[in-house]
Nanobody, 124 residues
Framework: QVQLVESGGGLAQPGGSLRLSCSAS????????MAWFRQAPGKEREFVAR????????YYTDSVRGRFTISRDNAKNTLDLQMNNLKPEDTALYYC?????????????????WGQGTQVTVSS
């Protein structure tokens, strides 16, 4: 069974940090690009960060570049998102997603497996 399970969400103060993790199973994790998306209340799901299968190439949406770092451990089948200098506008449900092909980039339809999401709330 192909599955993605996120963890690590919670409440953080502005300027604080959180680390999200995603555990993958049921497919060959090491050959697919992976990504993080997020969805705030009343808004559409949006791309956050993507990492290629090797981990050597990453891409971020402008609003998180320099604050968030995406990484993966192909030996452990895990995907992480280190979030620093958090802002209230980062509050959202964060999803881990598996790319449908090697060319998967920033668009939702390029990803064919999704986790259930983990809530991140940034508030003082």
């Amino acid at each position: 069974q192909v599955q993605l399970v996120e963890s690590g969400g919670g409440l953080a103060q502005p300027g604080g940090s959180l680390r999200l993790s995603c555990s993958a199973s049921g497919f060959i994790f090491s050959i697919y690009p992976m990504a993080w998306f997020r969805q705030a209340p009343g808004k559409e799901r949006e791309f956050v960060a993507r990492i290629r299968w090797s981990g050597g190439s990453t891409y971020y949406t402008d609003s998180v570049r320099g604050r968030f770092t995406i990484s993966r451990d192909n030996a452990k089948n895990t995907l992480d998102l280190q979030m620093n200098n958090l802002k209230p506008e980062d509050t959202a449900l964060y999803y881990c997603a598996k790319g449908a092909s090697d060319s998967a980039s920033t668009r939702i339809w390029e990803y064919n497996v999704w986790g259930q999401g983990t809530q991140v709330t940034v508030s003082s």
